[in-house]
Each structure stands twice: as structure tokens, then as C-alpha cells.
């Protein structure tokens, strides 16, 4: 069931990987892993389906994929039954750190698009935006926001001095520091605390509430026990996390932050996109177990909720 043909260069790139990751030395079962996760994601973008280990196809031929890609869309057909025609809030993941929500107005956070491969989403796709919300000043998450305000005239939202100078420039920007919060034009956004080092500036979360529904992008945070703080005030719906490991939570601590969390959804991210921070997301769901149910979205899918509220027109 091919349904799009895999770019040559892709596809080197790709052997070039392998072979470099079948030479190394050291942890045998982290490249194993690198690998694997490349595979899948050249067969999910070009080919539709996932390889799901080398043991599988053997034991079972090809039949299987199309079983698990029926499955897949069965689950997807279901999932979006379940969100209404309208009033709904979509999350999308565009790699990385990056998130796109659409409600009633139109969120980005952290959009790292630009140079992020992983990402299926254009720049000059990317039609209209509210608010985009930076979390810290590291380049893929400051990514394409200075660039996305102004084609859409887009507010701009981070902590103070994040638009100074020549690179703020013909933007609107709301600064924030950690523990305010502001409410634009029905968006009511939390700054909120990260245990991160950011290149020049502190580092930040976010909760915002829109349309009645809470998000939580945590940024590239470690785990702290603050964040049980935000499970205690706040009823969050879904907690965007980082589960790379190195720059910010691991599987395990990430597992924990949900224990203290206690969000209906979890989306893993900061992960995948460079050798350092490969992870098995199926690792994070199992670790997570029945605390919360984790939706481990691909560049380009999304995540609906059901708004409980929905703000003015
Ligand atoms: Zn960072
Ligand atoms: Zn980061």
C-alpha cells in the first residue's frame, strides 16, 4: 500500500545514518533504538504504516502492517467521532517542542519549524496566529515565532527582554515573568515555572486556558515539585512534556511529573530530533501506565478536546 515514494536523498541520508550508527561503539540498544525510530518515522511519512521491530516481521510476514494500519485508522476515525463538529480545541505537534492550537483563537507554541525536519508543517502555511508562546530563548524553541508574528501580526508572548533590540522589530510582544499572568482577548495564559537554563534568559511553562480547556507545555523543564503545584490548581487536560532525557526529563522523571500533574492527556515531545534525545514513547506509555492516557502524536497529527467553553466569537 505504498503511497508516496521515498525522496532518494531521504533514503540516503538514511544508509548514511545507519551505517554511521552501526559502526559506534558503547550503548549497542540506544543506537538500535536511533535506528528504529528513523525507520518508522521514513515509513509512517512516506509509506503510511510503522515498522514495529524486526522480531514482528519475521514472525509474522507483512500481513500485520496492514491489520496495525486498519487499526490506526479505525482509532483515528473514533477519535475524532468524539469531538465536536465545532467548539472543539485541536493540539497539533509540529516536532520537537512545537505545538499548534486551534480553538476559537489560534495558539503556537514553541514553533520550531524552519530547519526541523520532523516537521510537516510550512512556514508558508502557517496563515493566521493570536498568540505565539515562547518557552526560553534556546533556538529551537524561540524557532520561526519572531517570524510567524510578523506575517500574521500575532501576539507575541515571553519572558521579559525575549524581543529586545533589532530582532523585535515590527512585532507585538507581551512580556511576562514567572508566577504572572495576562489574559489576551479571552486567552488566559500562566507563566509558570521551568527548572531549565536558557541561553541568556530564565526559562518558562505555560498554562493556558482556552475555551475552557486547559493546556500545559512544560518547556524543556527537569522534573521539580512545583509541578504538582500546577496539578493542584489548575485541571489540566493535556500536558505537552519532555521525555528526550539530557536537556530535560527523561521517560521516568516525565512519568513521575504526570503522577504529580494528573492531566487527562499527555503528549510526550523534545525527543527524536537528534541522536541525543532518541526515545521510545512507548516506553513513556507504559511508565505512565493507568495515571493518564499518553497520545504519542507524529509531526502533523493532532490531539482534539472537547472545549467545555467556548469565548465569544
Ligand atoms: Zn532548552
Ligand atoms: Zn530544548
Not at 480547556?213 to 521539580?224: E, I, P, Q, S
Not at 502524536?297 to 478536546?305: A, M
Amino acid at each position: 500500500m505504498p503511497q508516496r515514494k521515498i525522496p532518494i536523498n531521504d533514503l540516503v541520508n538514511f544508509i548514511v545514518k545507519v551505517r554511521y550508527h552501526a559502526c559506534q561503539e558503547g550503548d549497542e540498544k540506544r543506537h538500535v533504538l536511533f535506528i528504529r525510530t528513523m525507520a518508522n518515522r521514513m515509513f509512517q511519512n512516506y509509506i503510511g504504516y510503522t515498522y514495529r521491530g524486526e522480531h514482528r516481521i519475521k514472525a509474522r510476514g507483512e500481513q500485520p502492517f496492514a491489520d496495525s494500519v486498519a487499526r490506526r485508522k479505525s482509532y483515528e476515525a473514533r477519535w475524532k467521532e468524539t469531538a465536536p463538529a465545532e467548539g472543539c480545541v485541536k493540539v497539533k505537534f509540529l516536532g520537537h517542542a512545537g505545538f499548534q492550537v486551534v480553538g476559537s483563537r489560534v495558539l503556537f507554541f514553541d514553533p520550531f519549524i524552519t530547519g526541523n525536519r520532523w516537521c510537516t508543517t510550512d512556514l508558508g502555511a502557517v496563515r493566521g496566529a493570536d498568540v505565539v508562546l515562547v518557552t526560553h530563548d534556546h533556538p529551537h524553541h524561540v524557532g520561526d515565532s519572531f517570524e510567524i508574528c510578523r506575517r500574521t501580526g500575532g501576539t507575541l508572548v515571553g519572558i521579559t527582554g525575549l524581543a529586545e533590540g533589532e530582532k523585535g522589530r515590527g512585532v507585538r510582544f507581551q512580556a511576562m515573568n514567572l508566577g504572572g499572568k495576562i489574559d489576551l482577548d479571552g486567552v488566559v495564559i500562566h507563566m509558570v515555572q521551568s527548572v531549565h537554563v536558557g541561553k541568556t534568559l530564565p526559562a518558562a511553562g505555560y498554562v493556558v486556558e482556552l475555551d475552557g480547556c486547559v493546556l500545559y507545555h512544560a518547556g524543556d523543564t527537569a522534573l521539580f515539585e512545583g509541578l504538582g503545584q500546577i496539578g493542584t490548581d489548575f485541571e489540566v487536560d493535556v500536558a505537552c512534556l519532555p521525555i528526550g532525557d539530557r536537556f530535560g526529563m527523561g521517560p521516568r522523571e516525565a512519568a513521575r511529573a504526570v503522577e504529580l500533574i494528573k492531566p487527562r492527556f499527555v503528549v510526550p515531545m523534545h525527543y527524536g530530533t537528534r541522536p541525543e534525545i532518541e526515545q521510545d514513547p512507548d516506553e513513556f506509555r507504559q511508565l505512565v501506565a493507568e495515571h493518564s492516557e499518553v497520545r504519542v502524536l507524529h509531526p502533523g497529527e493532532s490531539l482534539v478536546l472537547n472545549a467545555r467553553k467556548v469565548h465569544r466569537p
